[in-house]
């Protein structure tokens, strides 16, 4: 199985600020990694798909990069709606193995 | 707009039996690929299941494999999941999720999940 990783585990960031997240699969899983946000109570959202395709509807201070192993979702300057869970998957290969999500808190 | 609504969850016993259905009438159902995804209470997402749109291929999670069934009927727009031999360990939120593909696959649509809980 293909294993997620990301990090930081969580942060506390103010609004406005640039905000990083990685996530590092344990094999190359070439381009086939999507991220999502989840808030408290409420189903997972698609955010970015094949590492840095915007989904539709998603705002653009939301970018994703990466290939390979190593993959980043910033948010450009992070809005009070911004505050999440978000979790990388990848598409690669069954299981579709998700990261154990990164937790975006107020600071 | 996809909506896509779950339904089924319930407290059931170890060893017990469940099924769960995800319904949606608002797009072509039949033309694409559905998974289940689960969420234990506090915990992250986990990929349980996949089946195609004409049923012809199905994958499990290890964790569920030999235990659950997915299925679906496209006829009834509707998903599936026959789950038994139900463990503490299945306590979770389960989700639907339609499985778009277009250079890479994800799950761009998500209904709002059904609780199941096992326990005595």
């Known amino acids: 199985d293909i294993q997620m990783t990301q990090s930081p585990s969580s942060l506390s960031a103010s609004v406005g600020d640039r905000v990083a997240i990685t996530c590092r699969a344990s094999q190359s899983i070439s381009s086939y990694l999507n991220w999502y946000q989840q808030k408290p109570g409420k189903a997972p959202k698609l955010l970015i798909y094949t590492a840095s395709s915007l989904q539709s509807g998603v705002p653009s201070r939301f970018s994703g990069s990466g290939s390979g192993t190593d993959f980043t979702l910033t948010i450009s300057s992070l809005q009070p709606e911004d505050f999440a869970t978000y979790y990388c998957q990848q598409s690669y290969s069954t299981p579709w193995t998700f990261g154990q999500g990164t937790k975006v808190e107020i600071k | 707009e996809v909506q896509l609504v779950e339904s089924g969850g319930d407290l059931v016993q170890p060893g017990g039996s469940l099924r769960l259905s995800c319904v949606d009438s608002r797009f072509t159902f039949s033309s694409y690929g559905m998974n289940w995804v689960r969420q234990a209470p506090g915990k992250g997402l986990e990929w349980v299941s996949y089946i195609s749109s004409s049923s012809s291929t199905t994958y499990y999670a290890d964790s569920v494999k030999g235990r659950f069934t997915i299925s679906r009927d496209n006829a009834k727009n509707s998903l599936y999941l026959q789950m038994n031999s139900l463990r503490a360990e299945d306590t979770a939120v389960y989700y639907c999720?339609?499985?778009?593909?277009?250079?890479?696959?994800?799950?761009?649509?998500w209904g709002q999940g059904t609780l199941v809980t096992v326990s005595s």
């Open positions: 999720a339609r499985r778009y593909c277009s250079t890479g696959c994800y799950d761009d649509s």
